[in-house]
């Protein structure tokens, strides 16, 4: 009888450098933040699909076995990146609203219109549970291309038992991280949001339950009020989910408080976030999520970012990805609109859509850093310096993506 092979074991070396957040636990708050360490002349070693080890090329030891190599001359390494908030469970587009919007329509006009999120749930109700799975795998690959190896799913396109169920085994099939996006819209069977909150949560939560990791909901004028918000949270906490809020995206309407209230593990948006607000969440264990290429796609204001992490707010960075608001697959692109919008460091940046990211996904313990026994999600990007990820605007960064140890050669 022949053993079974051992995992196989790959080099990457003589990067120009890799650059990890340093230090352990989860979420990084204040300075810690900007805490990077860099190491010039570098290797990664991957071990089947961990980090065994990484280092300077000088102190490489020798390795004895077999060893595949990769040649890293002219790349930096970087964590895989983590898109911790994204809803890529949805068909069609919206590049007519897109178009009436640059000729002035305002996202909460083209909403209240029957377009906007509604637009969206007809499409993606129409294409069916194929169709779904279809959408999810290509945005997946459109993520892969810009360096994200650990995404979110959220659902809420679908709003019917058949389609959110579809939207949620899509994005667990493709290898995502489900949330049951439940509250995302009030669909048109339904005349107000509590009678489609009392059937949501009798007739989908207990399926979607054992599929999502987390909930999520919609609190905004228009959407759910904080109370909706408050009792849809709690069932889904009492189904065994993590609790997330869209809050604070257009008005302050009780998303914070509540966040803080039923134990959130994010409150996401933050867009119309006061001093208040900012006072809260930093004493606090729950993440805000920014996502400044939706304030950017809607020509809204930033979130106060600066004031979030000198107040020793945890944030993390994400894109939004999503037909209306956000339609950006690209956390290389964030990192630099943080850089330029928010005031955040690439350093700061870079944290922020790694471990801290994970962290709002529950897999801070093995994603989001280049260290041993972490998984082998690693980014080498085509560029001398690691901050080029923040540097180069709209730029071809990504090289090759390192995805549970296997090189995906991208450019
Ligand atoms: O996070 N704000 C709510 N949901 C999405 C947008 C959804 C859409 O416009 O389709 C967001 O921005
Ligand atoms: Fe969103």
Known sequence: MTPPASPRRLL????AQLATPAGRGAPLRGGSLADVAVLEDAYLLVHGDTLEAVGRMR?????GGDVAELDGRGLCAIPGLVDC?????FAGDRVDE???RAGGASYEELHAAGGGIRATVAKTRAAGREGVAAAVERHRRWMLRHGTTTW????GYGLDRETELASLRAVRDAGGVPTWLGAHAVPPEFDDGDAYLDWALAEVLPEAAPIAESADVFLEKGAFDAAQARRYLQASARAGLALRLHGDQFTEAGAVPLALEIGARSVDHLEATGAGGVRALAASDVV??????????LGRPMPPARALVEAGAAIALATDFNPGSAFCESLPLVCSLAATQLRMSPAEALTACTVNAAHVLGRAARVGRLAPGYAADAVLLDAPDWRYLAYHLGGEVVHTVLVAGEPVRIR
């Open 59 to 63: 102190e490489l030891p020798a390795l």
């Open 98 to 100: 897109f178009a009436l």
């Open 288 to 297: 805000g999520v920014l996502l400044p290429a939706s304030a950017l796609f």
């Open 152 to 155: 979110e799913g959220k659902s």
């Open 12 to 15: 990457v070396r003589d990067l």
């Open 85 to 89: 908030h994204a809803h890529p469970a």
